[in-house]
């Protein structure tokens, strides 16, 4: 079965500090992967996505994340938290063929920044 | 160009009755997928609609149902409603040039809180 882990279901990181916020899919074909951002209150924001090609992809405020096949990974990371960073992240993966409209979320993990 | 809307943004219900919530894609859109969000069951996927026909469903039992209109706008219906029902239902939509691709965004609305009494 296809499926996302995201390890911490809470990080805490100080202002400017790094952000790295972890994911690990399980599939046997590789998937399409996705990272989200939820503010309270809210619906889901893409901050990016990798489909093909480069496996490093950036995103939008700051964020990237780097696909690794061997380790089955797809970790977020931000070099310098700000105080508009803390929200919820999950990290969602999608399949071609029958499942296109599908996305296998995560359990999410918040974020907390401290001054 | 305007977001994916949801309404009612609220809804308080009591157990047994039904719901409809709705969803507006944004404008060329013609993908639709629902989700719904529990504290203790996260995000799980309902179902999806393409061109008015349901392409996708999750493990949700029967009570949960959806449609698709020929403006791509979307419903869910909810009937006899549960207390374990409450939840964030969020809709997303998918642009799609020529056909569905799994590559493709999608592009989230700001959901309905549904809350069963």
């Known amino acids: 079965a296809q499926s996302v882990t995201q390890l911490g279901s809470h990080v805490s990181v100080s202002e400017g500090a790094l952000v790295l916020l972890r994911c690990n899919y399980s599939s046997s074909v590789p998937p399409y992967l996705f990272w989200y951002v939820q503010y309270p209150n809210q619906g889901l924001q893409l901050l990016l996505k990798?489909?093909?090609?480069?496996?490093l992809v950036k995103g939008i405020n700051g964020f990237e994340a780097e696909f690794k096949k061997s380790e089955t990974s797809f970790h977020l990371t931000k070099p310098s938290a700000h105080m508009s960073d803390a929200a919820e992240y999950f990290c969602?993966?999608?399949?071609?063929?029958?499942?296109?409209?599908?996305?296998?979320f995560g359990q999410g993990t918040i974020l907390t920044v401290h001054p | 160009k305007a977001g994916v809307t949801q309404t009612p943004r609220y809804l308080i219900k009591t157990r047994g009755q039904q719901v409809t919530l709705s969803c507006s894609p944004i404008?060329?859109?013609?993908?639709v997928s629902w989700y719904q969000q529990t504290p203790g069951q996260g995000l799980q996927f309902l179902f999806e609609?393409?061109?008015?026909?349901?392409?996708n469903k999750g493990n949700f039992p029967g009570r949960f149902s959806g449609r698709q209109f020929s403006n791509s706008r979307s419903e869910m219906n909810v009937s006899t409603l549960e207390l374990g029902d409450s939840a964030l239902y969020l809709c997303a939509s998918s642009s799609l040039a020529g056909g569905r691709s799994a590559t493709d965004t999608q592009y989230f609305g700001p959901g309905t809180r549904l809350t069963v009494l």
């Open positions: 609609y393409f061109s008015e026909t349901q392409r």
């Open positions: 404008s060329g859109h013609r993908s």
């Open positions: 990798y489909t093909t090609g480069a496996t």
């Open positions: 969602a993966v999608r399949y071609g063929g029958t499942s296109y409209g599908k996305l296998t």
